[in-house]
Every structure is written in C-alpha cells, then in structure tokens.
C-alpha cells in the first residue's frame, strides 16, 4: 500500500503562485509515476502533471505548462506541484495520485490517491 496526503492549499488571488505537496508513504519502492489530477465543483476530474518516480520525467497538461510545474524531492519522497499566475479556472480540488503503470494523464494508470487540497483562486 501507498499512502498520499496533500497539503499547500489555500485562498489566493488571481497572479499567485501556491506550492501543493503530495507526501508520499508506504510501498513506494513500486511506484513508477505520481500525477495530481483537479476537479472543479460540477466538473469532471482533469488531468494536471505528472511525473516518473526515478527518471524524474514530466508531462503537464496543456492548459497549464506555461505557469505550473511538478518536481520531487528525492530525499523526502515529496512530490510537489509549483502553480504560478494562478487564475479563477484552476480553482479545484487538487488530488495526488501514484500508480506502478508509468506516466500518463488518465487517471486510470494510477491506484492510489489522496485525499486531496482545496484551491480557491479569486479575481
């Protein structure tokens, strides 16, 4: 077993940047990949970055690869995910999810997930 717990959330306003980090515990010598997902309320579950757990290898969505980005802290098995010039349509639950299938953007590829941070962007 994995376990995720996310933190970092919060209220800002449009232009801001906020750190989410996604803490990861357990079995985490079989992960190949960790994503953070999103979900606006009465949206359906996006994809936002993911990245491979050794080769550190990205892959970000395209309606954020200009002002976010996802990296990992070896040496606390944290995975993070910087969002910069944040705007009121990335306000969401923001999720971190983990899986052994290698990187992709659908959330199937990814057994584990947390629990979760709230992201309220203001304009």
């Known amino acids: 077993q994995v376990q995720l717990v996310e933190s970092g959330g919060g209220l800002v306003q449009a232009g801001d940047s906020l750190r989410l980090s996604c803490a990861t515990s357990g079995h985490i010598f079989a992960l190949n990949a960790v994503g953070w997902f999103r979900q606006a309320q009465g949206k359906e579950r996006e994809f936002v970055a993911a990245?491979?757990?050794?080769?550190?290898?990205?892959v970000l969505a395209d309606s954020v690869k200009d002002r976010f980005t996802i990296y990992k802290d070896n040496a606390k098995n944290i995975v993070y995910l910087q969002m910069n010039s944040l705007k009121p349509e990335d306000t969401a639950d923001y999720y971190c999810?983990?899986?052994?299938?290698?990187?992709?953007?659908?959330?199937?590829?990814?057994?584990?997930w947390g629990q979760g941070t709230q992201v309220t962007v203001s304009s």
């Open positions: 990245i491979t757990w050794v080769t550190l290898n990205i």
């Open positions: 999810a983990a899986g052994v299938r290698g990187l992709g953007e659908d959330a199937s590829r990814y057994r584990y």
